[in-house]
């Protein structure tokens, strides 16, 4: 209870730190805690009874700030990788809206499952804009081919943005020539991010989302592979939550993503 209205920031657990090391290292039996245990002052001695009891607190408060300081690493794990509900989704394509719209096909393409590594070294013509199919050839961990229909929601964004690049550039100029895409794309994808609810997650989560959100939707996980990818559909059900099926562009024009409302 006393930690709960404990102002509980970093220099407060170091001064309770602080109290516990010196506790320890000079007797237990030298100090006693008052109303505010950061005024523990040297008293009489204690005794043995108290000295335990003492003791035992003092344990089971530096229990106590070691399962914060776990549970406090967790939630920032979570932040990094937790997956998008559709609202959320939606959310953060306004955000890329209006904070970096020159982003906004790269953000499209990792909400339509396309990992990072497959975005930074496209060219033009991975992007179909008849068919607002957008295919391309794993080149993480094997070599399958995968091939994602884009919502039509956001086809009209991908399509006014691919006919204005020039043929056989690749897909996004501003990582053309740089040494270290992968940098330069998380560098700005960090700044996309900071300081917006949002903030501290990773790229790659967005592929976590969208392939959870078409299994929550029941779309066979053999067509969410093909989409995405994947080797095997074991890995598409188990990890995250022959080429595309003919009725491919269709399913995913029926899920309704991204749509207002």
Known sequence: KWLDALDTGVPAKNRLRDLASRTYRFGI???????????????????RSSVKHTY?????????????????QEDAEMRRWRVLDEREQKDFVELVRHRDPEFLPCAI????????????????????????????????????????????????VMDKYVM???DGSMMFPWLDGVKDRKQKYLRRWGQLVSGTEF??????????SYIS????????????????????????VEVYGAFLPDNAVELVAK???????
Do not use: W
């Open 255 to 261: 899920l309704r993503l991204f749509e207002a409302g």
């Open 213 to 236: 959100t078409l299994l929550s939707r029941q779309v066979p996980a053999e067509t969410i592979a093909k989409f995405v990818g994947h080797l095997e559909t074991r890995t598409t």
């Open 56 to 72: 035992m607190t003092l344990r089971m408060i530096e229990d106590e700030l070691a399962r914060r300081d776990y549970t406090e």
């Open 199 to 208: 903030e501290g997650l990773r790229a790659h989560a967005l592929r976590h």
């Open 109 to 156: 393409l990792a909400l339509h499952g396309v990992s990072g590594i497959d975005i930074r070294t496209a060219k033009k013509g991975a992007y179909d804009i008849r068919t607002g199919i957008f295919t391309g050839m794993r080149t993480k961990k094997g070599s399958a081919r995968f091939s994602v229909p884009i919502s039509p929601a956001l086809k009209p």
């Open 164 to 166: 204005a690049l020039p």
């Open 29 to 47: 039996g030298r100090f006693i805690c008052q109303s505010n245990p950061f005024e523990a002052v040297p008293k009489r001695k204690l005794p």
